[in-house]
């Protein structure tokens, strides 16, 4: 597929995992609209365009794993998994109900899901030591060495808020992964400038994450995560990065893509019929 | 007083108990004596520390395998949730460090990427309860029983000796699922109660004395003195029966109710909090099921103290007297 026409399928499939986004978000009353359509452009490359996975063999162990630490804004995570084929569509209007598969916050119930989140901050730290995981094999030695044997048997995306940045053990992570060379590692920050209160540098200034991800030895990068072409070259740069985990910081927009509510702190709204009905206009039928 | 040399001779026929308590270990020492050869066994099993000392197990693996020995720093947090990755990806991580740490900077770790995901991680709690001298009440932990009991799909040991602790290292590795393996002071030495031949099994308590007056529930590093305490008692004509429940959870419920009914008199032992420990889990099972006089050994709602082993095992009442004590009290309620 030629780049152009890979960049608009792209874009198609953002744009139907939004309006898919609202029908889960609809089914609880209440959603993470913002944050889900901030990620919307990132989760859709990962899932179309970069990372190998099974659908029907969900727990395939060289399967790339994408760890949702921001693990609200589940609702386009669970839009992107139904896409990719881990369960079919119908399921997603069962997302909050008792004993569903689609929990309120991503669960490994759900297939397709490798890490249960919920509780900020931990994540990365789950990134590490399963992209570490990729790496252990019999004849490797030394997992900090400059030189390594053999190449990873997967790689590993893990995606983060801005806010979420406030956690400490976030930099315990960063530490570990520089150390030991996680270069199969890929952090995606959604940096979308907003946390559950308020604005993130009115809350707690992040000052540069840019800068802190390299003081911290990463391969850092900053995109426009609203922008696919921006995001498809990212996702291609970061295959070519020896030694060192890369971060990504992805400035987005909260509630991209839903004209009466981006930029604004869209973090959890009440999804009425009204605004059910603006959201689907925006995104086209 | 309690760790002293003298040779200890018992009179009831316990095919896996030491005639004699002579032999004394650490039980870390022992623990990587079977981690070694389980990482020679087995390529899956790795090993993971917060700057805490690798023993055998770490230093075999620095030598033959690195890239299976895994050192994250002073970040207990992270390493609970890395061990969780490690599992995801196929491996079987046993994790090592300071139990209060493990639990005041790892509990969130603990219940959500370890227990709630019900991952295959293996938590080794180094230096648990109040009898580890020479540090200070900030290493001290009284609370972990009683927190992590309630965190579900949770299988927690509570080795006595160095035997059993190899054993429970083995038995962890072969269960599929989250074990915490709670281990006393790493350096202090504990007499060997048992044989190699004591067929041990997750979630079944052990008789070590038989005895129909009372029943003394010990685990851990006081499995000892409830043997000392049950012979002081025979010399008084009272006969208590001790169980060593190496199991905090699942609690061996039947062992424990029998002893109920079959003594009326139960007193717990441990070096952790009353509240919510093997005492509370006591408890809550007699007092449900069969209602007994019961009285618990352990932290009465304290923090930890500086001063030796010695002397804080006599401090917080975690002796044989103690536990002796107890027993004829409880008898004569």
């Known amino acids: ?285 | 007083m309690h760790w002293g040399d003298r040779e200890e001779r018992y009179h009831v026929d316990m095919p896996y108990l030491l005639p004699t308590r002579v032999k004394k270990e650490s039980v870390y020492v022992a623990h990587n004596r079977a981690l070694v050869e389980l990482v020679k066994k087995n390529d899956k099993i790795v090993s993971c520390y917060a700057d805490f000392p690798a023993g055998a197990a770490g230093e075999y693996l620095k030598e033959h395998s690195p890239d299976r020995f895994i050192d994250v720093g002073i970040a207990e947090g992270h390493l609970i949730t890395a061990a969780a990755g490690l599992a995801d990806a196929g491996f079987i991580p046993f994790t090592h460090c300071h139990t209060l740490f493990a639990l005041g900077r790892g509990y969130n770790q603990i219940r959500q990427n370890v227990a709630y995901d019900n991952r295959n991680v293996k938590i080794v709690l180094c230096n648990s309860g109040v009898i580890w001298g020479g540090i200070g009440p900030s290493h001290l932990s009284v609370e972990d029983i009683a927190a992590l009991r309630a965190v579900p799909n949770l299988v927690i040991l509570s080795p006595a000796d160095s035997v059993s602790t190899e054993k429970a290292t083995y038995a962890a590795a072969e269960y599929d699922g989250p074990v915490v393996i709670r281990l006393p002071f790493v350096a202090g030495l504990y007499p060997t109660l048992y044989s190699n031949d004591l067929d041990y099994e997750i979630g079944k308590g052990v008789t070590l004395r038989n005895g129909n007056d009372a029943a003394i529930l010990a685990t851990g590093a006081l499995v000892n003195d409830a043997l000392e305490a049950s012979e002081a008692l025979e010399k008084k004509g009272i006969h208590a029966r001790v169980l060593d429940i190496h199991t905090i959870k699942p609690l061996d419920e039947d062992a424990v109710l029998s002893a109920a009914k079959e003594t009326g008199v139960l007193v717990t032992a441990e070096d952790a909090s009353i509240y919510g420990g093997l005492g509370g889990a006591v408890a809550e099972l007699v007092s449900e099921e069969y209602p007994v006089i019961l009285k618990r050994i352990g932290i009465r709602d304290q923090f930890g103290d500086s001063g030796t082993s010695e002397e804080l095992k006599v401090h917080y009442g975690l002796t044989a007297a103690s536990i002796s004590q107890a027993v004829v009290q409880a008898i004569n309620k």
């Open chain 1, 1 to 285: 597929m030629d780049r152009k026409n890979l960049i608009d399928e792209l874009q198609a499939t953002a744009c139907r995992l939004r309006k898919d986004t609202l029908t889960v978000i609809k089914e609880m009353g209440t959603g993470w609209l913002g944050g889900s359509f901030s990620s919307a452009d990132v989760i859709a490359a990962l899932f179309f365009y970069r990372m190998k996975y099974d659908a029907k063999n969900p727990r395939w162990e060289d399967r790339d794993r994408l760890i949702v630490s921001k693990a609200h804004s589940c609702e386009i995570v669970y839009a992107a998994l139904a896409e990719a084929g881990f369960f079919p569509k119908e399921e997603l209007k069962t997302y909050s109900h008792l004993e569903s598969r689609l929990q309120i916050h991503v669960d490994c119930k759900t297939p397709g899901i490798d890490c249960s989140g919920g509780s900020l901050g931990m994540g990365l730290s789950f990134a590490v030591g399963t992209a570490t995981g990729a790496y252990i094999s019999p004849g490797e030695k030394n997992l900090c060495a400059d030189q390594r044997k053999k190449d990873p048997r997967y790689r590993v995306y893990c995606i983060m808020g801005d806010g979420e940045c406030n956690e400490g053990q976030v930099w315990e992570a960063a530490m570990n992964a520089s150390h030991y060379r996680l270069d199969n590692l890929t952090a995606i920050v959604d940096h979308n400038k907003f946390q559950s209160t308020g604005l993130v540098k009115e809350k707690m200034d992040t000052l540069s994450l840019a800068e802190k991800f390299k003081a911290f030895g990463w391969e850092t990068i900053e995109i426009d995560g609203n922008n696919l072409n921006d995001v498809v070259d990212t996702l291609d740069w970061v295959l070519t990065v020896k030694n060192k985990p890369q971060a990504v910081i992805a400035h987005t927009k909260k509630g991209r893509g839903f004209p009466s509510l981006e930029d604004t702190n869209c973090h959890m709204i009440n999804l009425t019929d009204e605004l059910l009905q603006d959201g689907l206009d925006a995104l086209g039928r």
